[in-house]
């Protein structure tokens, strides 16, 4: 059959225009980008309950909706396993097959579980503590996979130097921690470090569950406590709280909102703000088209001094007023 020269062209333009849009949906990484007339879904999971965790998801979502993710351009998927560990592989297996744009994991367990789980979208982790030593990344300065995120390490040393600040006599320093936790383990290797430095001692106690909490507190005859970011210990906070106010001794936290529920001071980051880091780190993700392999890990480069004078009055310790005067935050109750 003869084919007309208008028909030929109309032809070749329309071969063109298929070969074009081809080689456009091809593995150039654009096409796993999110459609821009459609909300972006993103699956949030934190490990369990406690207000560090709790801030680090609000700041996430405003520093996403300071971003223009806000209403109908943006859906979460909001679920938290309450520290079980088969629950927390089930939701992030469930994630894996949702067809999600990213995924945010709070806390080192769950992010462990996303990076086993999920490989072809990135996933973001947060208040992770040491992500090469829980094998999220292969270093934080080039993650080299589809995982990277925020940390956040604590400075140890510093908090520990406050105990002498407030209590010179303090000798030893107790640690309850979960077993389970590789964050919390890092945790004790840089205090034991930091002590040796500080004429101070550590004893340790390990759980498995929070309901062990106040009983592996009590075991310890130390002269203080030093809580990690243990997600295990500080949902089980008040437990060793009432220990420690028994005892008559301090509990320098790792955290400012463990301060504000009853310990006696730290030098601790600020969880919404690392919330919210993690949401420009999200943003790059989303709009600019960058890799997590090529994303450094982040952290807080500044700390506030958050210090609570009614526990302290409570185990018997007065906070110098120097450093009630530097403090962020002091809570009297």
Known sequence: MNISRAGKLTTLLAATALLATACGSGGSGDASSPDASKPVKIGISQYVTHPSLDAVVKGFKEGMADAGYSGDK???????????ASTNTAIMGQFANDNLDLVLAVATPTAQAAAQAITDIPVLFSAVTDPVAAKLVASNEA???????????????????LLKKIDPEAKTVGIVYSSGEVNSASQVEWAKEAAGELGLEIKEATISASSEV??????????????????AVVSALEGLLQTAQSKKIPVIAADGDSVKRGATATYGINYEKLGKQTADMAVKILKDGDKPADMPVETLTDVDLYVNTAAAKKVGVEIPQDLIDQAAEVYKK
């Open 214 to 231: 106040q009983q592996a507190a009590s075991s310890l005859d130390v002269d203080a406590f030093y809580v990690p970011t243990d997600n």
């Open 74 to 84: 943006v859906k979460y998927d909001l679920q938290n396993p309450q520290a079980d």
């Open 143 to 161: 993650p080299g996979g589809n995982v990277t995120g925020t940390s956040d390490k604590n400075p140890v040393k510093e908090q520990l130097e």
